[in-house]
């Protein structure tokens, strides 16, 4: 009899759980500093020109608004040195705009980008010190090298005063090994895009964002986690 009554609670709550879904279809959330959002007013546009994809989600005093270059399914980093990987977000409070940005900025590095010249004479090595063509001090990487060139390198230590786009080479070998630096620390994150059939769009994401103008009383830097967006229909723009 429990066992009964147990299979018939869990029945319960997966249907719960199967309306919930088609409840929320199409659907955006996404956590503000441990904060549940979860916008009414949701739209996604594709310029047909450039193929640049913007997803905007507002509520009656907030409202979060992400770029991406295309639909395509697959990750795009925030806070890099293309401005059509951008995510934002502005609150209203007592008449004052709040406005939070993963424009870029400098600072320690969250994300360095593979590696875009492979060098010679290389070999792994547990700590590589780094130099940079920015204005940059202090990165230092964790580097893999085969037959001399280096295939990867990982941050051992985050530096400081790196700028995204900034082209770092590593000593040692030829000193020729490099790579660029993608994000920094307090404006970076990432969108993925799951799914771009049948014209709506779905995926997840999770940035930092900073804040645009100090002058005002508020947190530097927001955070947003868990965040996701489900069949948001995409409408077509010039």
């Not at 993925?192 to 009383?217: V, Y």
Request: charged share 10%.
């Amino acid at each position: 009899m429990k066992k009964t009554i147990s299979l018939l609670t869990i029945f319960i709550l997966l249907a719960s759980c199967s309306n919930d879904v088609k409840f929320n279809d199409p659907g955006f959330q996404v956590y503000k500093n441990n904060t549940l959002i979860k916008p009414t007013n949701v739209v996604a546009y594709k310029s047909v020109s450039t193929g640049v994809v913007s997803i905007q989600a507002s509520t009656d005093v907030e409202n979060i608004s992400m770029l991406i270059t295309n639909s395509y399914v697959g990750s795009y980093y925030l806070g890099t040195s293309n401005s059509n990987t951008l995510a934002t977000y502005n609150s209203v409070s007592n008449g004052v705009i709040y406005n939070y940005s993963t424009t870029p900025k400098r600072g320690s590095i969250n994300r360095i980008s593979s590696i875009v010249t492979p060098g010679s004479g290389y070999t792994s090595s547990s700590a590589a010190q780094t130099t940079t063509t920015g204005g940059g001090t202090g990165l230092v990487v964790l580097t893999t090298a085969s037959n001399g060139i280096v295939t990867s390198a990982k941050i051992v230590t985050p530096g400081n005063n790196y700028f995204p786009g900034d082209l770092v080479t590593i000593n040692g070998g030829n000193n020729q090994a490099s790579f660029y630096v993608e994000n920094t620390v307090g404006t970076n994150g990432v969108i993925t895009i799951t799914d771009s059939s049948n014209g709506t769009i779905s995926g997840s994401f999770k940035f930092n964002a900073l804040n645009t103008d100090t002058s005002l009383t508020s947190p530097d830097v927001l955070n947003f986690t868990n965040g996701a967006f489900y069949k948001i229909p995409l409408i077509s723009m010039p």
